[in-house]
């Protein structure tokens, strides 16, 4: 029996017992997940049945044309692309029992407390202390750049555990409680105006022992494969053609002919061949995420991503003229997602400066291409002369 076949059996046999329309959503949302249904390439008993990962775009048409709800996948973003295959791969069954299927229905979102004010890319330079006492670790220090921290029920938290060894071995990595004693939130505000992101103070964070994933002392390793699942989140996967960016200045284009000039053409033209050769490539990107563990490729994609969200936005504001000058609310707010298409020219342009930071920043993004990609010697150290073929590979 094909694949193909397989799951479409599955789905159907499920739907008997299931009818959207007659079945909770929650409860539909669980029932899917127990099937296996939720991520089929996950192991049996997490959502998923084992299979081959390509097979989920068959699973999830056949519950859409019969009207099934989804999970929202857009409000928890980092739960789903970061948290949970980390918790597949380093957490203990106890801990994937617990918490990929509330994750995976949306009834716990999740956040990222990574970034901090003297550590943002460079997370080898992590400060936020974590002190073991008894069976539980005491955790102080400051996170920022978090999104979903004021909507989260829990976090993925890298902290340094020994200062005695160098930075990058002493480090572990904890589930976080974002409703313990001790956490506070408070929003940051953007340049157009709302609070996507928070800075998290830790004060004395108490986070039992059977919340840590990996080792002590493993945190280096846990986290490099959390943000690789990150970039390919960002960047890769399989998206309408003339989605994102490229789709909003190509409606423009078609339906303001007014605004039309010869050089404006050739760069419209050109951006949507970039586009869609990204496209493509981040398409490509997430076969090979199926087939194993990510690679760093995904930075290429994600480093994409930013230049072309940044230079398509800006074309657009050519476009538009002083049209795209008008900027109709600057009040404060609090979204838990932003819907790029839903605002204005002149919000997307000052949005997308935010993407060569995001998520890891452009310079650290070639810096992982030109190293582990491409395989060129390291930067040398500012403080040491070195030369080169006596770097580290």
Known sequence: MSGNVQVT?????????????????????????DAGLAW?????????????????????????????PTNEPHRNIIGLGMAAPTIVRFGSDKQKNRWLRPLWTGEEIWCQLFSEPGAGSDLANVATSAVLKDDRWIV????????????????????????????HKGLTFFVCDMGASGVDVRPLRQITGESEFNEVFLDGVEIPDSQRLGDVGQ???????????????????????????????????????ELRTSALHDEVLRFWVEAEVARLTA??????????????????????????????????????????LRFGDYSARRPVIVEHSESPAGW??????????????????????????????????????????DLPR
């Open 9 to 33: 059996d599955l789905v159907a046999r499920f739907l008997e017992t299931h009818d959207p329309s007659s079945t909770d959503r929650l409860e539909f949302l669980r029932a899917q997940f």
């Open 40 to 68: 089929v390439h996950y192991p049996e008993g997490l959502g998923g049945l084992g299979l081959d990962r390509s097979l989920q775009v068959t699973v999830d048409r056949l519950l859409a044309q019969a009207g099934a």
């Open 140 to 167: 102080n220090g400051q996170k920022v750049w978090t999104s979903l921290a004021h909507e989260a029920s829990w976090a993925i938290l890298v902290t340094r555990t020994d200062t005695s060894v160098p930075k």
């Open 219 to 257: 945190g280096w390793a846990v986290t490099q494969n959390t943000l690789m699942n990150e970039r390919v989140a960002i960047a890769a996967g399989t998206v309408p053609r003339e989605s994102g960016a490229i789709g909003e200045l190509v409606r423009v284009w078609r339906d303001r002919p």
């Open 283 to 324: 398409e490509r990107l997430g076969q090979q995420q199926a087939a194993g563990q990510p690679g760093p490729e995904g930075s290429g994609s994600k480093l994409t991503y930013a230049r072309l969200n940044q230079q398509i936005a800006s074309l657009e504001l050519d476009l538009l003229g002083d049209e795209a």
């Open 348 to 389: 997307r342009y000052l949005r997308a400066k935010g993407n060569s930071i995001e998520g890891g920043t452009s310079e650290i993004m070639r810096n992982i291409i030109s190293e582990r990609v491409l395989r060129l010697p390291p930067e040398a150290r500012a403080d040491k002369d070195t030369p080169w073929k």
